[in-house]
Structure formats: C-alpha cells, structure tokens
C-alpha cells in the first residue's frame, strides 16, 4: 500500500502561484508513475499533469500547459506540482494519484491522495 498525503493548497490571487506536494508514505514511489488531477465540484476529475516514475517524461493538459510544472524528488519520496499564473478557472480540489509501473492500464491510478483545495480569487 501507498499513501499519499497533497499539501500545498490555499487561497491566492490570480497571475499567482502555489506548490503542490504529495508525499508518499509505505513504499517508494519510485516504482510508480505519478499524476495530478484537478476536480471541480459537478464536473468528472481530469488529469493535468503526470511524470514517469524516474521523472524522465511529463506531460500536460493543454490548459494548464505552460503554467504548471510536475516534478518528483524520488529521494525524498515527493512529488511535486508548480502551479504559476494562477487563473480563476484553476479553482479546484487538487489529488494527486500513484500508478505502479506494471499497471497494464494507463489511466487506471492504484492509489490517491486525499486532494487539497486551490482557490484562485480574481
């Protein structure tokens, strides 16, 4: 088992930026690929950013694309997501998710975080 705990999230302004973590207790996350997702209360949870379990590749949804950046310290067994020029469209819970690397099935995350609220103000 793998436990995620997001930290990070809070009230900002928009045009501001905010530090998303996600620690994982239990295992290394080095044997897991990560993503963030964000949910909107009435909309299904979506994917915004997910890293490879050695950090070599990332990838973005096209609305947060340029804006936020996902990284991963697998020393420290942290993942991480910078979130800049923060829009009031952001506003969301924020979850970050683990996905064991021999999970044959991409979008299908073992574990979750419990997520973590961004609010962005105009």
């Known amino acids: 088992q793998v436990q995620l705990v997001e930290s990070g999230g809070g009230l900002v302004q928009a045009g501001g930026s905010l530090r998303l973590s996600c620690a994982a207790s239990?295992?290394?996350?080095?044997?897991?690929?990560v993503a963030w997702f964000q949910q909107v209360p009435g909309k299904e949870r979506e994917v915004v950013a997910r890293i490879s379990a050695n950090g070599g590749s990332a990838a973005y949804a096209d609305s947060v694309k340029d804006r936020f950046t996902v990284s991963r310290d697998n020393a420290k067994n942290t993942a991480y997501l910078q979130m800049n020029s923060l829009k009031p469209e952001d506003t969301a819970v924020y979850y970050c998710a683990a996905r064991v690397i021999t999970n044959p099935n991409p979008g299908n995350y073992d574990f979750w975080g419990q997520g973590t609220q961004v609010t962005v103000s105009s």
């Open positions: 239990g295992r290394t996350l080095r044997m897991y690929d």
